[in-house]
Nanobody
Framework: QVQLVESGGGLVQAGGSLKLSCAAS????????MGWYRQAPGKQRELVAT???????DYADFAKGRFTISSSNAKNTVYLQMNSLKPEDTAVYYC??????????WGRGTQVIVSS
């Protein structure tokens, strides 16, 4: 069983920064993709960024140039550095792990609130 635990959310003013962390535990088999998704009130969950166990990254258009995803394979941890935050970035941010040969796993989420 895989568990994902997010941390690092909070309240920040527009233009500020936050760094989210997601620690994965359990049996994790490569290859896999880890990622961050977010869900704002009344909206569907959307992809923010992903990173493979090989280090290949991908970003949603709104995240490019402002957000950076990184990982520590040794620590089974993925990070999301968010800079130049905007009020529209307010959402619950979820960590996701998708092994190639298994089902996807989700964390419980961490709230990010960006005040104007």
């Amino acid at each position: 069983q895989v568990q994902l635990v997010e941390s690092g959310g909070g309240l920040v003013q527009a233009g500020g920064s936050l760094k989210l962390s997601c620690a994965a535990s359990g049996s994790i088999f490569s290859p896999y993709v880890m990622g961050w998704y977010r869900q704002a009130p009344g909206k569907q969950r959307e992809l923010v960024a992903t990173i493979t166990n090989g280090g290949t990254t991908d970003y949603a258009d709104f995240a490019k140039g402002r957000f950076t995803i990184s990982s520590s394979n040794a620590k089974n941890t993925v990070y999301l550095q968010m800079n130049s935050l905007k009020p529209e970035d307010t959402a619950v941010y979820y960590c996701n792990l998708k092994p190639l040969y298994s089902v996807a796993y989700w964390g419980r989420g961490t709230q990010v609130i960006v005040s104007s």
